[in-house]
């Protein structure tokens, strides 16, 4: 601490305004705890600013456009169709980002959290410094939620900067590029692909790996590849960037495949192979905290770390880096220091790719289940089955329900198909409560409505499928 600097007392801090960190601090507000939160670039974090929010909104402006040029197939022809992406970021900015973080500092001030602005460094495990451009201050605390998320990984050849973008300079473009290079086809990089093929784009994805989206089973990707081939994107499987060259009006990426070299000249290229946990610059040794592999840090089931007073949260500890997932965690450590007795339990966690169609998938996938020793059964029931769909003109797809062959309890589901991501909290609450498929087939789903795929495939499952 410096000489005539006193430390300001603090009850809970949290550090970092995320899904993560601002759900922390309404939660243990709520909870009776003296909140104070600490942000040193933009209330909201990654998923408002930068991530889940404004990718969401380019991919809705995308299926706009798109209706817009073609929508004959409902009768509907329309002519002189233009895009003025100024001001698509323009609504993106202003009505979508801005009003949710708006939202966000409203919240703090109605639970009575101070916002403190600046950046956090632990000098011990009670004592955290924040350094502001022009001011500094210390602060003592008697609990931490650690919740500093995540920013994008750089790989060589490919510095950030000019026509090199990271996931946040491609959701920024002044323009829609005429040529556009996604390294990395993860759920990031399918999703903006597909959003800016949309707007228009000539999109190639390069993607190390034999396939893109690998945390989804094959006839769930070949849903999004068979779209991408509708839109003309490239999609370059095992192939490794080396290099990009800047010509100044373009870039040229260079990569292998099989040993052989090749290149690809466009507007831009965007760099979306993962992402980094932010512990590295914190101090987090200095309070004692342990940090394990990849830099994430090690927790308990309430998100306690070593130091028993600190807790970390979200993009920085082990599992999928999701924004729900950051929340879910944040009220089990508030809950946790006002002394409930509270764990995490990660059985029903979703987990949604925003393509075209969506995929979700919550719980075991038939092979996780087999491999975990489960008598197990997947049961998929299309959505070409379904009145809704067809009436909707989005036939592809399915609901596939994996459950258990003797009291068909359902362990996992999947679904690819529109709406994917608003479907599968049914099937996450299923999971969760250890429903099985009678269940859901009992439950009545309204006509007609995508959610009766589900009903559908619940009766599957039974033996007693009526649409099928
Ligand atoms: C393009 C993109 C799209 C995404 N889409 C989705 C999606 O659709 N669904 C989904 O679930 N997830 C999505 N994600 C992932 C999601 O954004 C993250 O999982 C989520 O934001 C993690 O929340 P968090 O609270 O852990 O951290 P963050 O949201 O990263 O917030 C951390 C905050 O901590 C601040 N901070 C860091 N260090 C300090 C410090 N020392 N002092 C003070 N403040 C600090 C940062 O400035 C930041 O505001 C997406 C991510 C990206 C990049």
């Known amino acids: 601490m410096v000489v005539g600097d006193f430390a300001i007392e603090l009850d809970t801090v949290v550090i970092g305004s995320g899904p993560g960190g ?3 601090a309404i939660r243990a507000a709520e909870m009776g705890q003296k909140v104070a939160i600490i942000e040193r670039e933009f209330i909201g974090g990654v998923c408002l600013n930068v991530g889940c929010i404004p990718s969401k909104a380019l991919i809705a402006a995308g299926h706009h456009y798109q209706e817009s040029l073609d929508s004959t197939m409902f009768g509907v022809t329309t002519k002189g169709v233009e895009l003025d992406f100024t001001k698509t970021q323009e609504w993106k900015d202003n009505q979508v980002v801005n009003s949710l973080t708006t939202g966000v500092s409203f919240l703090m001030k109605k639970h009575k959290i101070e916002v ?37 990984i750089e790989i060589p050849g490919f510095k950030f900067g000019g026509r090199v973008l990271d996931s946040t300079g491609g959701l920024n473009l002044k323009e829609v590029p005429k040529k556009f290079v996604i390294i990395g086809g993860g759920v990031i990089g399918a999703e903006l692909g597909g959003a800016y093929a949309n707007l228009g784009s000539e999109v190639t994805i390069l993607e190390g790996s034999p396939s ?16 991408f081939k509708k839109k003309n994107v490239t999609v370059v499987t095992k192939a490794m960037a080396k290099e990009a060259i800047d010509n100044g009006d373009s870039v040229t990426v260079k990569y292998e495949v099989d040993g052989k070299e090749e290149s690809v000249t466009a507007d831009y290229v965007m760099v979306t192979v993962g992402r980094r946990p932010n512990t590295d610059d914190l101090g987090l040794e200095q309070a004692g905290v342990e940090v394990g592999e990849r830099g994430l840090v090690k927790v308990d089931k309430q998100g306690r770390t070593n130091v028993s007073n600190i807790f970390a949260i979200g993009d920085i500890v082990p599992g999928a880096a999701l924004a729900h997932k950051a929340s879910y965690e944040a009220k089990i450590a508030a809950e946790a220091i006002s002394g409930k007795k509270v764990e995490v339990d990660y059985k029903a966690m979703p ?4 393509t ?16 975990a020793g489960l008598e197990a059964t997947a049961y998929k029931f299309p959505f070409a089955g379904n009145g809704r769909a067809i009436s909707l003109g989005k036939t592809e797809g399915f609901v596939r329900l994996v459950t258990t062959n003797e009291d068909n309890v359902i362990i996992g589901a999947q679904i690819g198909g529109v709406g994917a991501s608003d479907m599968i909290s049914e099937l996450s609450l299923a999971v969760e409560s250890g429903m099985n498929a009678e269940d859901i087939a009992l439950t009545i789903h309204p006509h007609p409505s995508l959610g009766e795929i589900t009903m559908d495939a619940s009766e599957l499952a039974l033996g007693l499928p009526i649409h099928i």
């Open 212 to 227: 893109i989206l690998p945390t989804y089973e094959k006839d769930m990707v070949k849903l999004v590849t068979d779209d």
């Open 351 to 354: 987990a949604v790719a925003f």
């Open 356 to 371: 075209d169609p969506e995929l979700a998938s919550v719980g075991m996938t038939i092979a996780e289940a087999k491999e």
């Open 116 to 152: 403190i602005e600046g950046e956090a460094f632990f000098v011990d495990e009670n004592t955290l410094r924040v350094i502001h451009p022009d001011s500094a201050q210390t602060y003592s605390f008697n609990n931490a939620i650690v919740a500093t998320g995540s920013r994008p």
């Open 22 to 24: 601002y759900v922390a």
